[in-house]
């Protein structure tokens, strides 16, 4: 059991989720890497301990628990665990800092465009 970042992450990718992660077990693709890729970033399907916490964090509404995938999602757990099987390509993923290290968060997407972002995806 592990939780999945969905497509729906793709392009928003502010990385809220990874300040609260207590195992580092959330993944980016490293820079050489990126073209290769979908913009969005991945959970290592086994360090992954499902404690939860970065489900809330995600102002899309993009990770879920692996049981609770909507099914045009299930792909997604095949795109996830590609940061264990291709290790050398992904580092781990480290939220956006400004120049004296102070966390910045994104503007949170007001409900209209978590909406327009489900239906853009959830095909
Ligand atoms: S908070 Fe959500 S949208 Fe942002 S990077 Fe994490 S999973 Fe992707
Ligand atoms: S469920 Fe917990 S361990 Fe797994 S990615 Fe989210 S914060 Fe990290």
Redesign the pocket.
Known sequence: MAYI?SR??ID???????EVCPVEC?YEPKASEVGDMPN??FIHPTECISCGA?EP???????FEDRELPPSFEGDVEINARCEQQPSKFQV?HPHRDGEGRLVK?KRPDKALVSANRLKWQQ
């Open positions: 970042v729906l992450c928003c990718v502010d990385k809220g989720c990874v959330i969005m970033l970065c964090e995600c102002p899309w509404g993009a990770i993923a994104a």
